[in-house]
């Protein structure tokens, strides 16, 4: 047996203005061969558990292409085409399966359904080659993906604790066909007119738990696999919202456990849209918590969705209130990092921080925050994730520098994006997290994975930025309509015809 297995993930957000091109993808780490090998092998993402599987059933791997980039914005034509060919080359030259970890929400110049165009291209080469998929729960799912492939899975946490569970859930699935010792699967996909919000969709609480409870249910029952994928709502195309698909031995146990679940989906919809709240406000009600950790979230600008990752909105408020001890995890701004490398360790420096970016979809320029602080510490930026989301999987934040404002702030500065998923983006620094009043995070739910330990309060903070959940300001154009809540709709089914 000879297998391809293959990594190709982005997430996509129409509204960034972050340019998503192949050094992009290289600054996350892009690996081939026996280099991606190597570095996927022993983590617990999708690649590691597809190796293992592979070399249980005594098959061959070629592996031509791993490749993911911190989300952004449209992915270029020549990345695009760069990620692909590898993997169309290894399958035109031949193999008796594909094993796949994918996205689902990737936008590229060219095709709004990356993944989609990918497996068609395959089924093209090899109409009848059987194929396995992993999608991260954030997928705007497809027909064209559920067409060209053989099974099909999402992630059920959120955080994405459980990818290696659904890779061999689906990979034995897969594998087991290949081997003959079952059928066919029969997948039945259900897409709702939902464009739930991301921030809505943290699988320890509702909607989702009862969401994921409802695939978990129907898989207690026989059913070989059920997802629920939220969707990723900042990418405007016509597919972004929440779907539904199930494997099933056949069709009608398929169909039957797609209504099942998406009817139960549809019944929290006002659940799936977030309100938001004042952010001076909230500030306010942060401070008056005795005891830390307190986590800030500044889910706005959450370069995981796509953020900019330099608006210093919520910073700027948090320190006008005077809050005390606070880490901030993390501000990219690559400008700022040289200057206090420039300066050194211990120098006192004045920097107009962050604010680098306008967003023009939004109408929102950049704005700089003024500060004086001291450097306190530089490092690489590289440190290996020891917490149960990519398990690991070594991190490269690029030239990285803290800047402690007012002995009551203390600013990870970084060059590359990186969402704060895991506590090594303070303790590479040399700031102990568990030791802090507050952790100000630009983050959204991932922040949970490496922080949820250890906080003692949560605060959702709203401010501006490409990752916002106010709808109010979203200028959709090409998302299909009617839909929910853009649109008031009683019947899924109607509208969903």
Known sequence: MKLVLAMMKHETNTFSPIVTDWARFEAWGLYTRQAAIDA????????????????EYGAEVVLPMAAEAMPGGLVTADAYKRLCDPILEAVKAGCDGCLLDLH?????EGTEDGEGTLLERIRQIAPDLPIAVTLDLHCNLTKKMVENCTGL???????????????????????????????????????????SQTLCQG????????????CRDEEAKGLPAASVFGGFAMADIRDAGTTVITIGTDQKQADAAADAIAARVWDKRDLHIYQHRDLAETVAKAKKVTTGPVILLDHADNCGSGGTQ???????????QGLEDVAVGAVWDPEAVQIMQAAGVGATVTLELGGKSDMPSLQLKGKPLKLTGRVRTLTDGEWIVRGPMYNGYKVMMGPTAVLEVDGRMQIVVV???HEPWDTGVFTSVGIEPQHKRYLLLKSRIHYRAGFAPLARATFTLDGEGV?????????YKNVRRPIYPLDKINDWQDAAR
Not at 203 to 214: C, F, N, Y
Request: net charge positive; charged share 25%.
């Open 467 to 475: 990752t916002t959940s106010d709808n109010r300001i979203i200028p």
């Open 153 to 195: 899975i999402g992630y059920k946490t959120y955080p994405h604790v459980d990818m290696d569970v659904v890779a061999e859930q689906v990979g034995r699935v897969v594998m087991d066909f290949i081997a003959g010792k079952r059928p066919k699967p029969a997948m039945a996909l259900r897409q709702l007119p939902l464009l």
């Open 310 to 320: 330099d608006v210093m909105m919520v910073i700027e408020e948090v320190l006008r």
């Open 415 to 417: 060059s590359r994006h």
């Open 203 to 214: 699988t320890d609480d509702e909607p989702m738990k009862s969401a994921i409870q409802a």
């Open 40 to 55: 996927y092998a022993k983590t617990n993402m999708p690649l590691g558990v597809y190796l293992k599987l592979a070399r």
């Open 104 to 108: 689902g929400a990737m936008v590229a």
